[in-house]
């Protein structure tokens, strides 16, 4: 059997000879032998049987120890509540008398290990929300002789001092004198309880059974205990059922069972935060997956903007080769009709020359004027630059209207449809132009593509214009096959609007060669859709709706696929 040492003098060491005599009758006087040890676990070795305080009991969890018996006594007959702490100092020690004036001070304790004479002492100041670990300046030690605190006061080798509980009450009964001695932060823990404690009260002395020893002897011990009469002071061996408060101590002050707190590893960490790491980990991961997303989503997003400024960038491109496109065609389309004005203007003029010109002619052939030789040549000259002049004006009239150009052999809803789509592309008007056109392929005409896109884009601009300031805007053109007055087979091409409803002064100007309603027009949009209508042999015509709106039609004789009929 290991004995651990026990602070001396004790009230309940008389029991210790009467067990170890009981023991040897249980192994035999020849096979039981008492020693003394550390109290350190490491040092247990090959020992069968273990008594000791319940601090020595519980700093051995890893060992397979079990507790057979404790001590219970008439002064604590509650073997769970018996060994407790209390603090002392000289009376004379005027500035100490509370736990705010303990602190910081010089301690006397019985050993680093030890139970009542210093474990359960630091577990009260744990109790109160102290650190003891740094709550005193520094402790000394009396390798567990109890009186040898006191003495270390006397001698102002400390300032506060840790002693078992009934120690001041025993030394009394010895006759020692310890009224220079004062108690300190004394807990009342029950009528019972007939000696000063400055802590709850701990089970007592305890056997306890290693491993080693058999079933059979661990009953034969117990039974052998339990059946020992009591000594001089009720003294006797019982059950002690509750450890769980020196067990909760011992975690507290991170000691004894719980040394291994102290030392801060992964394991340690995770035992006793798990939750809050596992919460960190979900929050870490959690965090994680949404960069992860978010970064994903940037990215989509960003791949999104780029691709859709890339296609803004092309609309923006084919918006401007639309609208250069419109522009050259315009361009082309007043050329041809300032020409053909310039044509128009100047031929009578010519002709009238030439005619003066035949007439002195004539008169020159009856030979009346002197000179006629040089009359005649001058007329000549003359005649000659009027036909010169009269050629020029025919060639400029001739690329107004094309005149000698083949045409081709064309679908009117693919002319209008591209026509409608280059508007559209440009992006004039918030308004978008719509469209429905023939079925099947029976809108052949004999056209020039570049001309009767110009003349369709003019009609769809001027309708854009017109409905501009309606709150529902509406422009749309149709392709539609018809007869006309005389029978004959025609294309209709029909662009049609809700703008306001024009004047009867205002819708007859639309017949006029130069004419405009919009403050900067000269008139020539109408005129340049008029005569690329008519030099397609075709007509153009506009009619008013009941209420708003204006719808204008071009008319064009339905292909018979006979080239000579496009010149």
Not at 204 to 220: D, F, G, M
Not at 500 to 527: N, Q, T
Request: glycine residues 8%; charged residues 25%.
């Amino acid at each position: 059997m290991l004995v651990s040492p026990l602070a001396r003098p004790n009230g309940q060491e008389d029991i210790i000879p009467q067990t170890f005599r009981a023991l040897q009758e249980v192994f035999g006087p020849n096979n039981f032998r008492a020693v003394l040890f550390s109290g350190n676990p490491e040092d247990i070795k090959d020992a069968d049987l273990v008594l000791g305080s319940t601090g020595t009991y519980l700093r051995m969890p890893n060992k397979g120890l079990r507790d057979l018996a404790t001590v219970a006594s008439d002064l604590h007959p509650d073997p769970n509540k018996a060994e407790g702490s209390l603090f002392v100092t000289l009376k004379s020690r005027n500035d100490i008398n509370t736990l705010e004036d303990m602190k910081g001070k010089r301690l006397a304790a019985t050993g680093p290990n030890g139970f009542a004479g210093h474990d359960l002492a630091l577990g009260e100041l744990a109790q109160r929300g102290q650190d003891p670990d740094h709550f005193f300046s520094s402790e000394i030690y009396t390798h567990y002789d109890m009186p040898a605190v006191l003495t270390k006061l006397r001698n102002n080798q400390a300032d506060i001092g840790i002693i078992r509980n009934c120690l001041l009450e025993n030394l009394k009964k010895q006759g020692d004198n310890v009224d220079d001695i004062k108690p300190l932060l004394v807990k009342d823990v029950g009528e019972s309880e007939r000696c000063l404690t400055s802590t709850d009260l701990y089970p007592n002395w305890t056997i306890a059974a290693t491993p080693r020893l058999s079933p059979e002897l661990s009953r034969r011990v117990v039974l052998k205990l339990f059946s020992l009469p009591s000594n001089p002071g009720g003294l006797h061996w019982t059950v002690a059922s509750d450890y769980s408060g020196a067990d909760a101590m011992y975690k507290q002050i991170r000691r004894g069972p719980y040394a291994y707190l102290r030392e801060w590893n992964l394991k340690r960490f995770w035992d006793m935060y798990w939750p809050w790491c596992l919460l960190g980990l979900v929050l870490l991961a959690t965090g994680i997956a949404h960069n992860i997303r978010t970064g994903y989503l940037v990215e989509k997003r960003t791949r999104q903007l780029r691709e859709s400024f890339q296609n803004q960038r092309r609309l923006e491109e084919k918006a401007r080769r639309a609208q250069e496109k419109m522009a050259s065609l315009q361009k082309t389309g007043v050329v041809g009709q300032m020409s053909l004005i310039v044509a128009h203007e100047l031929r009578q003029p010519l002709s009238a020359i030439s005619g003066y010109l035949h007439g002195i002619e004539r008169l020159l052939d009856q030979n009346n004027p002197a000179n006629s030789a040089m009359l005649s040549s001058g007329i000549g000259a003359i005649k000659s630059q009027a036909k010169t002049a009269e050629s020029i004006l025919e060639k400029v009239r001739s690329y107004a209207r094309k005149k000698g150009q083949p045409r081709s052999l064309l679908n009117a809803n693919e002319i209008v449809l591209e026509a409608v789509n280059t508007l559209n592309e440009a992006m004039l008007s918030p308004t978008k132009v719509t469209f429905s056109g023939l079925k099947g392929r029976d809108d052949k005409i004999w056209s020039d593509k570049t001309e009767l896109e110009l003349a369709v884009q003019n009609l769809l601009k001027n309708a854009l214009h017109a409905v501009s300031s309606e709150k529902n805007p509406s422009v749309s053109v149709s392709v539609h096959k018809e007869k006309s007055s005389g029978g004959s087979p025609r294309i209709a091409i029909s662009v049609s609007d809700n703008g306001p409803r024009l004047s009867d002064e205002a819708f007859e100007k639309l017949s006029s060669v130069l004419s405009s309603s919009k403050i900067d027009g000269l008139g020539l949009g109408l005129s340049i859709v008029r005569l690329i209508v008519e030099n397609h042999g075709g007509q153009l015509e506009f009619f008013r709706g009941p209420e708003n709106g204006l719808k204008a039609v071009i008319f064009l004789p339905e292909a018979d696929e006979n080239p000579g009929s496009s010149e």
